[in-house]
């Protein structure tokens, strides 16, 4: 196993109508992305292409929604201001699955 291509702490993950962690992880590695509760448990993973990414008309910045698996979770990375770079990891996280969903099998 290689390093993760991606790797950000913090992260509160809902699932409509409730919030499954305050302090998750969103993990991308070896083409797979992987949703993690702060104490490291996987609340969801699914394989790159298989992930949808984007950042609808109510998501504020470094906020997006990532359907996985058939479920939609909202992922925050940067609550109340606390964290100035939320928007650009959002777009790497985006980047990430666009790329994946869009190169060849």
């Avoid at 809902?14 to 992305?33: C, I, N, Y």
């Amino acid at each position: 196993m290689g390093e993760p291509e991606f790797d950000v702490r913090g992260v509160r993950i809902e699932r409509w109508p409730r919030s499954l962690t305050r302090a998750g992880q969103v993990l991308v590695k070896d083409g797979r992305l992987a949703l993690l509760t702060s104490y490291g448990r996987v609340i969801d993973s699914a394989p790159l292409r298989a992930v949808r990414a984007a950042r609808p008309w109510f998501a504020g910045s470094g906020s997006m929604v990532a359907t996985v698996n058939g479920t939609r979770y909202r992922l925050t990375l940067g609550q109340r201001g606390r964290r100035p770079d939320a928007t650009a990891l959002t777009g790497r996280i985006m980047e990430a699955v666009s790329r994946a969903s869009h190169s060849k099998p």
